[in-house]
């Protein structure tokens, strides 16, 4: 079992900046890919960036590419998002996920078997 917690989301104005955290606990060990996701109001949840652990190979979904960074700390408990540039289409919940079956596509939410419990990014004037 893996437990996953979010952290830092809340409002910022258009052109602002964000950082959410991940606090991955539990047997982490077995993690293949740890990811971000984000699910605005009647839309589908979105990949927003996977890191695969072993290999750190890291994918951004291509409407946060240039925009949003991701890093992991050395000891991999900790996956931090940091969002620039924000606009009002990235107003969403976002969500920390792991996935230790190691099948599907990164972006897929449904290759993910742990996920947080989602924290509100909203993105206004």
């Known amino acids: 079992q893996v437990q996953l917690v979010e952290s830092g989301g809340g409002p910022v104005q258009p052109g602002g900046s964000l950082t959410l955290s991940c606090a991955a606990s539990?047997?982490?060990?077995?993690?293949?890919?740890l990811a971000w996701f984000r699910q605005a109001p009647g839309k589908e949840r979105e990949g927003v960036v996977g890191v695969y652990q072993d290999t750190g190979v890291t994918y951004y979904g291509d409407s946060v590419k240039g925009r949003f960074t991701v890093r992991q700390d050395s000891a991999k408990y900790t996956l931090t998002l940091q969002m620039d540039s924000l606009q009002p289409d990235d107003n969403a919940i976002y969500y920390c996920?792991?996935?230790?079956?190691?099948?599907?596509?990164?972006?897929?939410?449904?290759?993910?078997?742990?996920w947080g419990q989602g924290i509100q990014v909203t993105v206004s004037s």
């Open positions: 539990g047997d982490t060990s077995r993690t293949y890919l």
């Open positions: 996920a792991a996935d230790d079956r190691g099948t599907g596509s990164w972006w897929r939410a449904t290759r993910y078997n742990y």
